[in-house]
C-alpha cells in the first residue's frame, strides 16, 4: 500500500518541481507506465517513470525484480510507442529510494560524470544472461530477444535516480518544491494540496471512466494560488465593468433558459434586462478566471454547489406551503420572492472563501445555474417558480423539436 501511495505522491513532487521550467508539464498514471510525463503539443510520452518504494535501506540489485520488472514494462510501453528501433525515445527513469552500489551497471546509468552506457549495457547483458535468478527470467529473456541497437537504444534512455525521499520524506521535500514557507497555515495549505491532489490522482487512475487524462502544472499552481491566497484573504481580481446591455445583447439570450426562468414568475422586461446584465458579466469574468488560471474548474464547482446549497434552503422555505390549489397568481410571487431573496443571499457569496467580491459575480452565477442545458442533472437543476422543474421539460421539449 505504501508503495501506491508512494506513486501517487511522488508524481505530485514531480510535477511541482517541473512547474518551475515548464508551467505546460503535464503527468498521468497507469497508461503505459507508473507515472508518464507528456509533451505538451503531440502529447507523446517524453519520460516513463517507474517508482520503487522500500522502507528498509538497502542496496538496488542489479538482478533483481525492480530493476528487471522495469526494462519488461520499458519494452512494452516502447513496442505500443513504435519506439523500440527509430523516433523520439522518451526517458526511461528508475526513482528507487535504494541505493545503487559502485561498481555495478546500475551506478553507471546514474545521471552525472560517472555515468556510461557502454557498460552499462555490457553487465545487463551478462546479467540478462544467466541462469538465476528464475523471479526475473521472463522480464530478463524480454531484454535478450532484442537487437543489438535496440538495446543499446533502450540502455542510452535509462536513467537510475536512487537514493530518493521515503515516503515519510515527500512532506517536507513538496513544502519546498511549492514554496510553501514554514508558518502558522503551512500545515493547512499542504494538506488542502494534497487533498486536491489525491482527487486527481482517483481521475487519473479510473481505468472505467477515465474522463481526465492527465494534470498539469499549470493546474497545480493555480491550485496552490488558490488555496495560499484564500488563507491570506487575497481576492480574485474583477477586470470586466458592467454597464447597460444593448438590445442586441439581450435579445441573444430571449430564447434561453435563463430568461424563460424569470418570465415563468412574471418578470417584466426591464427587470429581467437587469438580471441579464449581472448573467453576462459574471459568466465573463468567470471565464476570464479560468483563462488566466485564476481559480480551477474544481474551486469554481466548489463555489456553485456553494449557492446551490443557498438556493436550496431558500426555495425550500419559501415553497413549503404550496398546495396542489395555490392559484397561478401566487405561485408567481412566491417564485419572485424566492429570487429576491437568493439574490440578496449571494450577493455576498465570495467565489473563494475569506474574500471578498462584486454583488454581480454571485448574482451573475445562480443564474448561470438556472440557465443550465438540460443535459444538467435534475437534481442539480435550479429556478424560481415552484414548478420550474415540470416547466423547464416542456421548455427543453418545445427547442428540441
Not at 551497471?105 to 556510461?116: A, C, E, M, N, T
Request: proline share 4%; aromatic share 6%; hydrophobic share 35%.
Amino acid at each position: 500500500m505504501t508503495g501506491y501511495l508512494y506513486q501517487c505522491e511522488l508524481a505530485l513532487l514531480e510535477l511541482a518541481q517541473r512547474s518551475w521550467d515548464d508551467i505546460t508539464a503535464e503527468v498521468r498514471m497507469e497508461v503505459l507506465d507508473d507515472i508518464e510525463f507528456l509533451h505538451n503539443e503531440t502529447k507523446d510520452p517524453v519520460e516513463l517513470l517507474q517508482s520503487k518504494h522500500r522502507g528498509d535501506a538497502g542496496q538496488l540489485s542489479e538482478t533483481g525484480k525492480d530493476f528487471w520488472r522495469s526494462v519488461a514494462s520499458w519494452i512494452d510501453a516502447l513496442k505500443t510507442l513504435g519506439r523500440l528501433s527509430a523516433g523520439a525515445m522518451p526517458m526511461l527513469r528508475l526513482v528507487s529510494t535504494q541505493v545503487a552500489a559502485e561498481g555495478t551497471f546500475l551506478h553507471q546509468l546514474r545521471p552525472g560524470s560517472g555515468r556510461s552506457v557502454d557498460d552499462a549495457l555490457a553487465g545487463m547483458e551478462k546479467v540478462a544472461k544467466a541462469q538465476e535468478p528464475e523471479t526475473t527470467a521472463k522480464d530478463r529473456k524480454k531484454f535478450t530477444d532484442l537487437t543489438l541497437a535496440q538495446r543499446y537504444r533502450l540502455v542510452a534512455a535509462i536513467e537510475i535516480n536512487d537514493g530518493s525521499p521515503l515516503m515519510s520524506d515527500l512532506d517536507s521535500n513538496l513544502a519546498r518544491t511549492l514554496g510553501i514557507r514554514p508558518g502558522q497555515h503551512a500545515h493547512a495549505i499542504l494538506n488542502e494540496i494534497k487533498g486536491w491532489w489525491y482527487g486527481m490522482a482517483v481521475e487519473l487512475l479510473d481505468r472505467k471512466n477515465r474522463e481526465r487524462p492527465s494534470v498539469t502544472a499549470q493546474e497545480l499552481q493555480c491550485r496552490l494560488d488558490e488555496i495560499t491566497d484564500r488563507f491570506a484573504g487575497k481576492n480574485l481580481p474583477i477586470t470586466e465593468s458592467l454597464r447597460r446591455l444593448t438590445n442586441a445583447e439581450i435579445d441573444a439570450y430571449k430564447d434561453g433558459l435563463v430568461v424563460a426562468q424569470m418570465q415563468w414568475i412574471g418578470l417584466k422586461d426591464r427587470t429581467i434586462a437587469t438580471h441579464l446584465r449581472d448573467y453576462h458579466y459574471a459568466r465573463a469574468q468567470r471565464s476570464e478566471w479560468l483563462r488566466t488560471f485564476k481559480i480551477t474548474e474544481e474551486g469554481l464547482g466548489d463555489y456553485e454547489r456553494l449557492l446551490w446549497d443557498e438556493w436550496d434552503h431558500v426555495f425550500t422555505r419559501h415553497t413549503d406551503d404550496i398546495e396542489d390549489d395555490t392559484p397561478a397568481l401566487e405561485r408567481k410571487a412566491i417564485g419572485k420572492r424566492v429570487l429576491d431573496d437568493i439574490m440578496d443571499k449571494v450577493a455576498d457569496k465570495p467565489a473563494r472563501p475569506g474574500s471578498a467580491t462584486e454583488g454581480w459575480i454571485g448574482r451573475g452565477t445562480m443564474h448561470s445555474l438556472a440557465g443550465r442545458p438540460q443535459t444538467a442533472e435534475p437534481e442539480d437543476s435550479i429556478g424560481w417558480h415552484p414548478d420550474f422543474p415540470e416547466l423547464r421539460r416542456s421548455h427543453n421539449e418545445r427547442w428540441a423539436q
